[in-house]
């Protein structure tokens, strides 16, 4: 079956812009959830989200925020871009979470901000 | 709340050489533990998970891993390094639906 999909693979933008990605979970999951990868701080947990709702919700700004859909698919967005923002972001679905359940990951979304 | 401690942030080892990566959990209740390894340009691929019952965990690869909750530990091995097990490795434990990973450890495996 297709994997998560994210969507775009690589993206450069500019101080202050705004950004939207998005992914596509598994067929069939009903959790996503969305991480930050950085030399510096590592993973990081950005928000869980489920049937529509946040269960969780990382340590960071409110730049930072996210939505899914009733497809399952989820965006996440950044607004007033800073040079730190640049990162993988990686989004992972699974059937019902991640207390019990396997992650899959997509290959993530390479953010330049100039 | 849960944290995993990685230690050492890089490993070298030969082919065909046992490979050992140490991983460490702070948890106030038992908790679920995994292992995933991260190749270069791709997202995280699960290696193997401990959620209850049996403490020794066999994953793909070859890997396993032993859950020892007096030690805190879920250790991952490998009893035979291959040139195709170079990648990133992140123990990571789940809460409240999330996860905290480790630092990472990257392997590099000698011809």
């Known amino acids: 079956k297709a994997g998560v999909t994210q969507t775009p693979r690589y993206l450069i933008k500019t101080r202050g812009q705004q950004v939207t990605l998005s992914c596509s979970p598994i067929?069939?999951?009903?959790?996503v959830s969305w991480y930050q990868q950085t030399p510096g701080q590592g993973l990081q947990f950005l928000f869980e989200?489920?049937?529509?709702?946040?269960?969780n919700k990382g340590n960071f700004p409110g730049r930072f925020s996210g939505r899914q859909f009733s497809n399952s698919r989820s965006e996440m967005n950044v607004s007033t871009l800073e040079l730190g923002d640049s990162a993988l972001y990686l989004c992972?679905?699974?059937?019902?979470?991640?207390?019990?359940?396997?992650?899959?990951f997509g290959e993530g979304s390479r953010l330049t901000v100039l | 709340a849960q944290s995993v401690t990685q230690l050492g942030s890089h490993v070298s080892v030969s082919e065909g050489a046992l490979v050992l990566l140490r991983c460490n959990y702070s948890?106030?209740?038992?908790?679920?533990l995994f292992w995933y390894v991260q190749y270069p340009n791709q997202g995280l691929q699960l290696l193997l998970k401990?959620?209850?019952?049996?403490?020794l965990v066999k994953g793909i690869n070859g890997f396993e891993a032993e859950f020892k909750k007096s030690e805190t530990s879920f250790h991952l091995t490998k009893p035979s390094a291959h040139m195709s097990d170079a990648a990133e490795y992140f123990c990571?434990?789940?809460?409240?639906?999330?996860?905290?990973f480790g630092a990472g450890t990257t392997v590099t495996v000698r011809a």
């Open positions: 992972a679905s699974s059937w019902d979470g991640l207390n019990t359940g396997e992650l899959f």
């Open positions: 067929s069939g999951h009903r959790s």
């Open positions: 989200y489920f049937s529509e709702t946040q269960r």
């Open positions: 948890s106030s209740v038992p908790p679920y």
């Open positions: 401990y959620t209850t019952g049996a403490t």
């Open positions: 990571a434990v789940s809460d409240d639906y999330k996860l905290s």
